[in-house]
């Protein structure tokens, strides 16, 4: 079997210990198993270059182009699964991809609906956010495409879509006000601790006031991996409003971060992507994950000490399982 992999580790609903890569490993133990859906990959080997950086709206500086090595690996001649992990909010990337891939196509010039090409698959591998200024539009695609193909997409959790759940609890007003919580030096508690930064630490060196907004700034810089976050979903509200970004003030920046997995309303296009999306998924014989599968965690399903040796049960259950934690969640 092969696995193709984007992020390591995972743990509970609330919160979530995760590093991201973008690899590929070739797993020789899994026994045999009976395929959801045969597919091939549309080439041998290809190497795209696509820019990683964001050039949209001030303040965001270029960063290096980066590399996207996707393995394709014949399996039914008529059939193309097209492959993507790792968007993370670059808009940019994204239509980068879209003009190479042989699977997706615009339905519009706006480029606000994407089309699935005939006798094709898609697999988006997680992490939709956090590096760009097009979390809410590349999110909402990926969920529209989804609902348009359910049979013929399959978008994967990752970690930079999960730990956005945490945002309910830790911007709670109790959180806010919990002097335990603003000095707690044990979290993030899956960092070294001398490179934990307190709330009030942040605070201090970034001479702010104890607002949501600048907690949400500690929590984006400081647990999340992304900093500058904040400001560039400022310059995404306002490019989806027409306006300037400097009328966007950083009430509705917090907002629009809260509202994305709130349980009730028209903005949590976060949510809606976790609840669309799976842990992992099988097409022929190529396992999707986010994370390593090792000799370690292969079979492995939270809550049970029985590994699970087949790998269309360990997938089903691990799906399950996810799918039980966020019915808890709402």
Not at 107 to 113: C, R
Not at 158 to 178: F, H, V, Y
Not at 292 to 316: F, I, K, L, Q, R
């Amino acid at each position: 079997m092969t696995v193709i992999r984007g992020f390591i580790g995972f743990s509970g609903a609330r919160r979530f210990a995760l590093t991201s890569l973008f690899a590929l490993v070739r797993v020789n133990s899994f026994p045999a198993f009976n395929p959801f859906q045969t597919c091939s990959f549309d080439g041998k080997v290809q190497l795209a270059k696509l820019r990683c950086g964001s050039k949209e709206g001030a303040g965001i500086p270029e960063t290096a182009n980066c590399v996207a090595r996707a393995y394709l690996r014949s399996h039914v001649p008529d059939s193309v699964c097209g492959y993507l992990t790792d968007v993370e909010g670059n808009f940019e990337y994204f239509e980068d991809y879209v003009a190479i891939s042989k699977v997706l196509e615009w339905e519009d010039q706006g480029k606000t609906a994407l089309r699935l090409k005939d006798n094709a698959l898609f697999v988006f591998g997680g992490d939709s956010q956090d590096k760009g200024p097009g979390d809410i539009r590349f999110t909402t695609l990926m969920v529209a495409l989804k609902q348009r193909y359910p049979d013929r997409v399959r978008l994967i959790i990752g970690n930079r879509d999960t730990n956005k759940l945490r945002l309910t609890s830790e911007l709670s007003d109790e959180a806010m006000a919990s002097a335990a919580v603003r000095n707690d030096p044990e979290f993030p508690y899956w960092l070294p601790a001398d490179k934990v930064v307190t709330p009030a630490g942040f605070l201090a060196a970034n001479g702010a006031e104890d607002s949501v907004a600048n907690r949400l700034r500690w929590m984006l810089k400081e647990t999340m991996g992304a900093d500058g976050a904040f400001d560039r979903r400022r310059i995404e509200l306002a490019r989806l409003r027409g306006a300037d970004p400097s009328h966007v003030t950083d009430d509705e920046v917090v907002r629009s971060y809260r509202d994305q997995v709130a349980p009730a309303g028209g903005g949590n296009f976060a949510l809606r992507y976790l609840e669309s999306a799976d842990l992992a998924c099988i097409f022929g014989r190529t396992l999707f994950v986010h994370g390593a599968v090792t000799a370690n965690n292969a079979g492995a399903v939270p809550g049970s000490n029985v590994p699970e040796p087949d790998p269309a049960a360990w997938v089903a259950r691990l799906n399950s399982w996810a799918r039980d934690q966020l019915a808890e969640f709402r």
